[in-house]
């Protein structure tokens, strides 16, 4: 059996096949880069781990068989503020949604990896491809937050 909680964990703090994981991209980001928007229409890193939370915490919500839905703290949340104690705040909430679901994960048998996704739409989204779409919405943002360290 494939052990699926092992992807997201290497693709969040391990060893990534992609380059550095997510927990190692943010813990070099200075204070300096937080909050800034060196592309003016683009989202700034601290928007980007906001979003990355809320979906992470809405798949941890339609994997233990919840309506499909926008995740509760919206697609993009707002940062409430510019400050060291938000930012301290908003990379406590992804290490959490992140450690809570790697511990649903790890519950989740291997027949049930192809239970649909209860949805109101007729798409055929199964408990892995919802996941496996996670692990891919990591990686692809982590290589935004990437290039917005090199501004």
Do not use: C
């Amino acid at each position: 059996m494939i052990d699926f909680a092992n992807e997201l964990r290497k693709g969040y703090s391990g060893d990534a096949w992609h380059g550095n994981s997510i927990a190692a991209i943010i813990s070099s980001v200075s204070k300096d880069q937080i909050f800034r928007r060196p592309i003016p229409t683009g989202h700034t890193i601290a928007e980007l781990i906001l979003h990355l939370t809320s979906w992470t915490e809405e798949v941890f919500s339609r994997l233990e068989g919840n309506l499909a839905k926008e995740p509760e703290r919206g697609d993009w949340p707002l940062v409430k503020e510019e400050t060291m104690q938000e930012w301290n705040a908003i990379l406590s909430d992804f290490r959490l949604a992140n450690e809570k679901l790697l511990n649903l994960v790890m519950e989740i048998s291997g027949d049930q990896w192809e239970t649909p996704v209860h949805q109101e739409s007729g798409s055929r989204l199964n408990y892995f491809e919802l996941f496996n779409g996670l692990v891919q919405h990591h990686a692809y943002h982590a290589g935004q937050i990437s290039l917005l360290l090199k501004f």
